[in-house]
């Protein structure tokens, strides 16, 4: 047989598929269906290993459940708007669009060449007007539901470039192009009301049994109920209350300073007549916008002279601060400091030389001799200091406060989220026009449905500086429908995290025209029964679809509630890191051992420092071209080098003998199969009934046990284990010495057809060299014999004077008696009671039997 020729023959299975559109999905109400989804890719031109992954474990389930008898959806698609597309026209010239569509065309057949079971005709990208129109339309039902609305909010500005930057263009504080510190500014954007969801949103959680702990943790963290208080403190000599949100009010008696955000509106009237504030404001709101940045940063304070009543002890005063720390956008944008139990309250009090009251005693504390140093006690005790509140527990202590500050009308218990409502607008290019119009005497207006798409002008000037759309000559241009004066489009695009919330969904009909996706093939194919991807997305994809499915039912298009009932989160692919002497990175394929084990270049031998194993990444030129993988070894060696390395939830390390295993055990299942050919009963011998010797039932046993492990693991996505249970099983084979060409025909099969989810092609292969003119993937999924999978023999001990002389096999569940006679029966066990009588023979049933002489 020799080495199998891999590469004639997965291009010929992966013709053959695409002929017979064996993959292909029909909805068809009789049959139960199982939609599987990996995250789909977005088109940078080269497909990865993490991409290899991704979609292996996809086809593993999309093929498992294909045999098992279900109607399989398993598609695939391009999130193709995004920033990277401009950043290649300001390059390199090149329009996004077509930039976008010569990467899909190759990474598409980058992709083919793994041999996956997806139904092609399916396929669907996020630029095409044919898919973001329906985004559109529903957009405009949203807007009018209540669930978009517009507002203005912080960007992140760059001064230079005049243009919004994304968080993640803003690098240490500057923008990612011009370099310069990027400012803060208000703009007019337009939000999802995902906050109008955020308890449900968190309540339903708790159903999701079949995602990550992990996830549903990140998720509901996101999402961030806080139970709290809302206190009123009244500001001395001016007629109004400061309101603040705090989680801690049974801390009430600890606080020493009132803070209030820099664009709070009290902190905005005082900065008017107050040049010096102004100015810190001013400095505040430079630098980013993300919590983490606050977070990170000094924390600065301006006293404004300002002082209000304790609500609860009216004989004390509090000064009132703008500091840079307190969100403009959370709670209320004003807090009270505690410096004795919070960290940063008291980084805030040292600095200003402000009181730090501890109001709460650790237990077993001596009130007398407690006091704060540098580290606030933020731990649960006794509170002391604090008028009624003394001797009460934290839990108690906040509900007697919020009850007190009730019933003085000072206040009343709150819950805040943490979660955002979703800012959408991006002065960008490449993303899914906001379809709505601004007319002067109108105000906002959206697109007539009729009028949908809003397609993207194709002439457009793309410099890195500014909304290319924007500054078009022609394009915003249009006529008020309402009015039909004169009226300017809305320039913003979405954030392409926008398409990818509803892309599923698409899958079930992408050939709808007038809608979004047919009910009829929401309601069969919805929800996705397993998706899989990184977990870089547990937050973010996952809110927005869940929100997305929420609003699109809310709109009529949809009956449901969550779209993703299983998800799975695969580990990263990690890699040996190399240097030479310089420091610089050198790539595997630049290195080799010499005779004597070390590594040096492969050009000119020179040493080279073996770094750490890290996740691939194009810096540390430790990233290995799946493309040459699958060209140098078969696309089957790839899939079950990444099946069986480690658990698919793990970080998986590539090496090049972890290929090379595979590889090896390719070959060696194509030569157990070709070879064992001429001695096999002929095709539908059917399943052998004699079974003459030991060995067949060894076999056949080992079948059935296989069948039913192998079913197991691969449902519960322990994929290197079915991988270890399938290797078990063919050496198993390899070792059979019997004659039986019923049986090894048998267990060939079964075989076979396990392995065909893992290395389809290899499997298809050897199910035509069985003799079969059937496809394999038509085939069903093997059940386990129950007759041959109970344990129905154990192996007991024998031992003599406690110790061991023989073994016996024997039924499970033999009497005592039999026991004993088969044990005395024993040569070995007689020699070693040297012709004595047995004085006694103790037996553990199943286990051991111990003759004493
Ligand atoms: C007084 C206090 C005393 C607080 C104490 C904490 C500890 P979570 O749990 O995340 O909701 N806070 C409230 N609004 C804020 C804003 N806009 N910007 C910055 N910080 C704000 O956090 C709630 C706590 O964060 C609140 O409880 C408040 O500080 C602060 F020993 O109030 B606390
Ligand atoms: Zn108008």
């Not at 007319?439 to 949908?452: E, N, R």
């Not at 996705?528 to 869940?546: K, N, P």
């Not at 693991?713 to 284990?721: G, I, Q, V």
Request: aromatic fraction near 10%; charge should be negative.
């Amino acid at each position: 047989p020799g080495r199998y020729p891999f590469s004639e023959t997965e291009a010929r299975w992966q013709r053959l598929w695409e002929e017979r559109e064996t993959f292909k999905a029909r909805l068809d109400p009789e049959r139960p269906k199982y939609f599987v989804l990996e995250m789909f890719p977005y088109p940078s031109g080269r497909i990865h290993m993490g991409h290899v992954r991704n979609y292996t474990l996809g086809d593993v389930v999309a093929r498992t459940k294909r045999a098992q008898g279900y109607n399989v959806l398993h598609p695939m698609g391009w999130d193709a708007f995004g920033l990277p597309a401009e950043g290649a026209a300001v390059k390199r010239g090149i329009h996004p669009k077509t930039w976008t569509y010569a990467n899909i065309a190759e990474m598409r057949e980058q992709i083919k060449t793994m041999g996956l079971a997806i139904d092609w005709s399916r396929e669907i990208a996020t630029c095409d007007p044919a898919y973001y129109r329906h985004e559109q339309a529903m957009f405009i039902d949203m807007w009018e539901k209540g669930l978009v609305y517009r507002k203005e909010s912080w960007v992140n500005w760059d001064p230079v470039d005049h243009t919004v930057l994304a968080n993640e263009q803003v690098i240490d504080g500057r923008g990612w192009r011009s370099g310069a510190l990027v400012e803060r500014r208000k703009l007019a954007q337009w939000f999802f009301k995902i906050t109008a969801f955020a308890e449900e949103l968190l309540s339903a959680i708790d159903g999701l049994e079949r995602w990550p702990d992990k996830v549903r943790l990140m998720q509901r963290n996101w999402i961030g109920r806080s139970e709290g208080a809302r206190v009123f403190f009244p500001v001395e000599g001016r007629n109004e209350r400061l309101e603040i949100f705090t989680t801690r009010p049974d801390t009430l008696f600890g606080a020493s300073f009132i803070a209030l955000a820099p664009d709070h509106p009290l902190s905005v009237e005082l900065a008017k007549g107050e040049p010096a504030l102004a100015a810190f404001i001013a400095e505040c709101l430079k630098g980013g916008t993300s919590a983490v940045d606050l977070e990170a940063g000094e924390k600065l304070g301006f006293a404004t002279g300002l002082v209000c009543r304790h609500p609860l002890d009216p004989a004390r005063t509090v000064p009132v601060y703008v500091a840079n720390f307190v969100l403009s956008d959370y709670g209320t944008g004003a807090v009270f400091g505690c410096p004795a139990h919070d960290q940063r309250d008291l980084d805030f009090a040292r600095k200003y030389d402000l009181p730090v009251i501890p109001v709460v005693l650790p237990p077993d504390a001596d009130p007398a001799g407690f006091s704060i140093g540098k580290e606030a006690y933020t731990g649960d005790g006794t509170l002391f200091h604090s008028a009624f509140l003394d001797g009460l527990d934290v839990t108690t202590g906040k509900t007697r406060a919020i009850a007190a500050l009730t019933e003085r009308e000072a206040g009343s218990s709150e819950i805040t989220w943490r979660l955002r409502d979703w800012g959408v607008s991006r002065q960008r290019y490449w993303g899914c026009p906001v379809p709505m119009i601004h007319c002067a005497s109108c105000g906002v207006v959206p697109v007539p449905k009729d009028q949908l798409p809003v397609t993207l002008p194709d002439d457009v000037e793309i410099t890195g500086v500014g909304n290319p759309l924007a500054r078009h000559p022609t394009w915003k241009h249009v006529t008020c429908p309402t009015c039909g004066g004169p009226a300017e489009r809305e320039t913003d695009t979405f954030d392409t995290f926008v398409e990818s919330s509803w892309y599923f969904a698409r899958f079930c009909s992408p050939e709808a025209e007038t809608e979004p996706f047919t009910r009829e093939a929401a309601a069969y194919w919805l929800p996705v029964d397993q998706y899989i991807g990184g977990v870089e997305h547990a937050v973010l994809h996952l809110l927005y679809s869940r929100f997305f499915t929420r609003a699109m039912s809310a709109c009529g298009y949809l009956d449901l509630d969550e779209p993703f009932a299983g998800l799975f989160t695969q580990g990263m692919i990690n890699h040996q890191t190399f240097k030479d002497e310089a420091g610089d990175w050198l790539e595997p394929r630049q290195v080799m051992k010499d005779d004597t084990g070390a590594w040096v270049t492969l050009d000119g031998h020179r040493p080279v420092e073996v770094g750490r194993v890290e996740k691939m990444s194009k810096s540390k030129l430790n990233t290995v071209d799946p493309t040459e993988i699958i060209g140098g070894y078969g696309a089957d060696t790839a899939r079950l080098f990444m099946l069986s390395d480690s658990p698919p939830e793990r970080d998986l390390e590539w090496t090049e003998a972890g290929i090379d295993g595979a590889w090896r055990y390719i070959n060696r299942l194509w030569r157990l199969v070709t070879e064992r050919v001429p001695a096999l009963a002929p095709v539908g011998a059917g399943v052998p009934q004699e079974l003459s010797d030991g060995a067949d039932l060894e076999l056949k046993r080992l079948l059935h046990r296989s069948i039913a492990n192998v079913t197991v693991e691969l449902d519960r996505f322990h994929f290197n284990k079915a991988v270890a249970l399938l290797r078990e099983f063919s050496n198993g084979i390899e070792a059979y010495a019997g004659t039986n060409g019923a049986l090894q025909r048998e267990v060939l099969e079964r075989l076979v057809r396990m392995l065909e989810p893992l290395i389809p092609h290899l499997a298809h292969e050897l199910w035509r060299h069985l003799g079969h003119e059937t496809l394999l993937a038509d085939e069903p999924w093997p059940k386990a014999d129950p007759r041959f999978t109970v344990e129905d023999e154990v192996v007991i001990a024998i031992q003599v004077n406690g110790k061991r002389r023989a073994e016996i096999r024997v039924p499970k569940g033999s009497s005592n008696a039999v026991l004993e006679g088969q044990a005395l029966a024993e040569a070995n066990v007689q020699r070693a009671m040297e012709g004595k009588a047995p004085r006694k023979v103790i037996i553990v049933p199943d286990k051991i039997v111990n003759v004493v002489v």
